[in-house]
């Protein structure tokens, strides 16, 4: 005797009940012109960080810095900085000054891996 009208008949397991649940078959959804729904996700907001360079020290030589310290980076002055989003890197690019602030000008993009 089926519970619901699209349930097959319980049966028993060994002591535990089992419905074999019947679903309705899924059509494709019309086509439009944002496949994958991007659009309901374009306002979340990520944090996009650019990376001179990096450096590694010890905990004394950290607790050594003061104003005026120089800290040596990885890179040199003419290699692109990192473009990361959330903590990815998806770009490179120069840093410049617009006005009286930081920029980056983008000088290449990563390749969608």
């Given amino acids: 005797m089926p519970n619901e009208a699209n349930q097959e008949p319980t049966q028993s397991a060994g002591g535990v009940s ?4 019947e679903l309705p078959e899924l059509q494709p959804s019309p086509k439009s012109g944002d496949p994958l729904g991007l659009a309901q ?3 979340v ?3 996009l960080t650019v ?3 990096r450096t590694r020290m010890t905990l004394a030589e950290l607790i050594q810095l003061t104003p005026g310290s120089l800290v040596t980076l990885d890179r040199e002055a003419h290699e692109p900085a ?3 989003v959330n903590g990815k890197v998806v770009a490179r690019g120069e840093v410049v000054t617009i006005d009286k602030t930081y920029g980056v000008r983008i000088t290449s993009v990563k390749n969608q891996d």
Wanted: proline share 6%; charged share 25%; hydrophobic share 45%.
């Fill in 18 to 21: 089992v419905q074999t649940n």
């Fill in 41 to 43: 996700i374009l306002d």
């Fill in 45 to 47: 907001p990520v944090r």
């Fill in 51 to 53: 990376e001179v360079g």
């Fill in 82 to 84: 990192d473009i990361l």
